[in-house]
């Protein structure tokens, strides 16, 4: 089971009941965090997720309305009793601008390991999820992500008695470990069936739209993508602000056909998103505005 | 006229509904903010106060909980068409705290004033207000903030006359400036009687109760000062972190005597402040205890 929270739906600044856009995950006992601008430790706070749990954050740039909320989270995650090491994902520099951040939080209770990405491209796994940050294309250096829970093919005991697998090593070759028995090795394709669907989601904010975003977000689940111009004849001003509009965003949603589809990062001037929802239906119908705090459970498909 | 804002009373971290203890103040066009927490531009947006007229910024000391929010504010600034110089006055460092939170907002359209505090206590004008900054007592360096207004003697256009000052340097000498006609000089004390009781607003977070406070917050039309602990048996408490007890703080008011005393710097842990009062009132009879955008304004005396 995967819990994803969109815990605000803000661009460029946090507003009166609109906070900025940030993406919070939950997985067997782990939390994940995309971006934490001004405000977002108040909208977990809001959600009644666990600060302690959080042990990844992915940043997609650094711009401030996506990290600057990172001084006063770390220290409340610090305040929760957490002295495990929390891993900090971002673009080249990434240590650098944290660090910098935390002149006014200098000394916390839990290590903070940096993975900075340098490629346009990279696949990484921790706490059990696949992760792929994909370069977008934003006035800085900006990152998308893809996190995917891969689900292993069915175990057939049948084959397993039938091979001679001992009992002993089934659960580890379950679970897609190989396992050395003396001189024998036993790999998992012998007991599993072909890999089934696992889930996936794919988070892309603060870009023009290029062809990588729908090939990621192509098979998701879940996709949460910046919709920062709803309204009409605002095309030029997205160029300028290198964002996107409905339209565009939901181009990208037709091309990957995500089961599911949420628009965040909201320009302060998009007063009432739900006006202009029905507009980009036409060009993909399962699209929807993001709201602070929608959530979405997802199962594997034979857990439903 | 001083317009005087509380507009946050959490400490620590910013809490639903509870935004981090800060105070702004508006005077004849230009406004003034002690502390910028996370979060702290929201609570200006919600109380309706412009950003564009923010000319000084003063900061206590460099714990995120009263920093960590500039980035996002100066950006909000700046998209308010400020392009006047803003300045930034706190302890030692401030412009190094300052500059590295800037990383994630490094270009602003207007120029920041840097003023370092490196004595004890220092008096400087800024925009018609005289500020004085004394050193209290916390975990790191820290100071408290009086603002004053003078005010003038009345103008005695009688004894003007009769001294036969032309009608010409009256208004500068009203506003108490030297006139110098030919080789004649007028000064103020000529025409004016004795200075008028002005306006002062005294502003203490984040220490252990020292004489300095009641020194300063004494005369004072407000004075607004950390509470951090309103129950019972916390004293070992506030003394290891470096803050004060609601008693602790109603004594500091009983020496000093202003006229209003609200308290804020409010502990997670204080869920419902308001029943704590009764008890310190006892101590100080006007103590109130803060709330968010609990505002008041202040009038010169013969302006009431």
């Given at each position: 089971m995967?819990?994803?929270?969109?815990?605000?739906?803000?661009?460029?600044?946090?507003?009166?009941?609109?906070?900025?856009?940030?993406?919070?995950?939950?997985?067997?006992?782990?939390?994940?965090?995309?971006?934490?601008?001004?405000?977002?430790?108040?909208?977990?706070?809001?959600?009644?997720?666990?600060?302690?749990?959080?042990?990844?954050?992915?940043?997609?740039?650094?711009h401030a309305d996506h990290v600057s909320g990172l001084p006063g989270l770390l220290l409340t995650i610090g305040n929760s009793d957490r002295t495990e090491p929390l891993t900090i994902v971002g673009p080249k520099g990434v240590e650098r601008v944290v660090k910098s951040l935390l002149v006014v939080a200098?000394?916390?209770?839990?290590?903070?390991?940096?993975?900075?990405?340098?490629?346009?491209?990279?696949?990484?796994?921790?706490?059990?999820?696949?992760?792929?940050?994909?370069?977008?294309?934003?006035?800085v250096a900006c990152y998308g992500y893809s996190i995917r829970i891969r689900r292993n093919g069915k175990f057939d005991a049948a084959a397993a008695r039938e091979r001679g697998i001992p009992v002993s090593a089934w659960n580890?070759?379950?679970?897609?470990?190989?396992?050395?028995?003396?001189?024998?090795?036993?790999?998992?394709?012998?007991?599993?069936?072909?890999?089934?669907?696992?889930?996936?989601?794919?988070?892309?904010?603060?870009?023009?739209?290029?062809?990588?975003?729908?090939?990621?977000?192509?098979?998701?689940?879940?996709?949460?993508?910046?919709?920062?111009?709803?309204e009409k004849g605002k095309d030029a001003k997205a160029r300028e602000h290198k964002h996107m509009t409905w339209a565009e965003a939901a181009k990208i949603g037709a091309k990957a056909q995500p089961t599911a589809m949420w628009l965040t990062h909201f320009s302060p001037s998009l007063v009432r998103p739900d006006q202009y929802v029905a507009d980009v239906k036409k060009i993909f119908a399962p699209i929807e505005a993001g709201k602070d705090g929608k959530t979405i459970e997802l199962n594997f498909e034979d857990e439903l």
């Open positions: 995967l819990d994803v929270c969109l815990l605000g739906t803000s661009g460029m600044l946090p507003l009166p009941g609109r906070w900025l856009t940030s993406m919070m995950t939950r997985f067997n006992g782990s939390s994940l965090l995309i971006d934490c601008g001004e405000g977002t430790q108040i909208a977990i706070r809001e959600k009644g997720w666990s600060f302690h749990d959080i042990d990844t954050i992915l940043l997609t740039h650094f200098p000394e916390l209770p839990f290590e903070l390991v940096f993975k900075e990405l340098t490629t346009a491209e990279e696949t990484f796994a921790i706490k059990g999820m696949e992760i792929t940050a994909f370069k977008v294309s934003h006035s580890r070759l379950q679970h897609g470990q190989t396992v050395v028995d003396g001189d024998v090795t036993y790999t998992p394709d012998m007991v599993l069936g072909p890999e089934r669907k696992g889930l996936k989601v794919t988070y892309s904010t603060d870009t023009r739209p290029v062809p990588q975003i729908a090939e990621h977000a192509a098979g998701s689940d879940l996709f949460i993508c910046e919709g920062m111009y709803g």
